[in-house]
């Protein structure tokens, strides 16, 4: 068996609940429950809890160039309570192939190259990881069960 370290359990935790939290309707979610988007790129982000506002621009300008450049933005999320500097983006596809065809894409997208630069030039991120992971079938975007007040 595989030792897996508590960042990459709290990353796949995040990703499992970050994905179900899109809900039913996302694009992403309804082609992953198809079996078309079969791997998830986890960013996890330190970034500086005082520039909060900034990284939100930053995730927010990734809302408009993602797609465009062929990514599934599952979503990106700030921290809420507890740790103040960690947050999360994921960006599904259909294989790593695609992946590698998506960044190529960004390099030449000026949007992108200006959000990076500005995320860089005002330091709102101070420590970026990526993992891909990979959907469990039959675990993904399943409905609660429960029924009434608990």
């Known amino acids: 068996m595989d030792h897996i370290d ?10 499992t609940g970050a994905a179900l939290s899109v809900g039913c309707h996302s694009p992403a979610l309804t082609a992953a429950r198809r079996g078309l988007l079969t791997i998830t790129c986890v960013i996890r982000y330190e970034i500086d809890p005082f520039q909060r506002d900034g990284f939100k621009q ?3 300008n990734w809302g408009r160039i993602i797609p465009r450049c062929g990514g599934h933005l599952v979503g990106y999320f700030l921290p809420h309570e507890g740790t103040n500097h960690v947050a999360w983006g994921l960006i599904a596809f259909d294989s790593l192939a695609s992946y590698e065809a998506y960044r190529a894409r960004l390099k030449s997208d000026p949007e992108a190259r200006d959000n990076f630069a500005m995320a860089q030039s005002k330091r709102l991120i101070l420590r970026e990881e990526r ?7 039959g675990t993904f975007g399943l409905p609660s069960t429960l ?4």
Do not use: C, D, K, Q
Not at 6 to 15: F, K, L, P, T, W
């Open 58 to 60: 930053y995730a927010e």
């Open 147 to 150: 029924r009434g007040p608990a």
């Open 131 to 137: 993992n891909f992971v990979e959907v469990v079938e």
């Open 6 to 15: 508590r960042r990459r359990a709290i990353g796949a935790m995040v990703a």
